[in-house]
């Protein structure tokens, strides 16, 4: 609703706020193509040496990679909690068990996928988790379904 109200603003009363930066164009030709080209999924692997030579801690972090390590942890931490929230919520009511490492290890290993294609790190959803346990889902299946949704959308 935020989002929005702060659109319809910036439309009808000629906000200037300020620019982050304007979207890349993709090469219509890049990206992993399926069904035969009808589906582009628009996915870069990322070169790892170039990931190395940003500056994010110069911008972000005044050049200390201590502080850069504390704000992924933290980041990390959070990210855990809400999933532990989430499993132990559907183990107590459902009787669905749930392991806290092979969690801890899936998040890790798609946070790391995430980053090699250059995209945001992965976290879980409890409005997501809520609404496909509403609708009776009862395999994986309907998280790839939904994921490959969004992905055509945009």
Request: glycine share 8%; hydrophobic share 50%.
């Amino acid at each position: 609703i935020a989002t929005a109200a702060a659109t319809l603003y910036s439309m009808y009363f000629d906000y200037e706020g300020g620019i982050v930066g304007e979207i890349p164009e993709l090469d219509p030709d890049a990206g992993i193509s399926l069904f035969d080209g009808m589906v582009r999924l628009p996915v870069e692997i990322v070169d790892v040496r170039g990931l190395i030579t940003v500056p994010i801690t110069e911008r972000c972090f005044a050049n200390s990679w201590i502080m850069l390590m504390i704000s992924a942890s933290l980041f990390a931490a959070v990210n855990f909690l809400s999933i532990m929230g989430i499993a132990s919520g559907f183990e107590v009511e459902n009787d669905i068990p749930w392991s806290a490492p092979r969690e801890l290890m899936a998040q890790g290993v798609s946070c790391i996928v995430a980053a090699a294609v250059g995209s945001a790190p992965v976290s879980g959803s409890m409005s997501r988790s809520l609404v496909s346990r509403m609708t009776g889902t009862t395999s994986q299946m309907a998280c790839l379904v939904t994921a490959l949704f969004w992905i055509y959308l945009l």
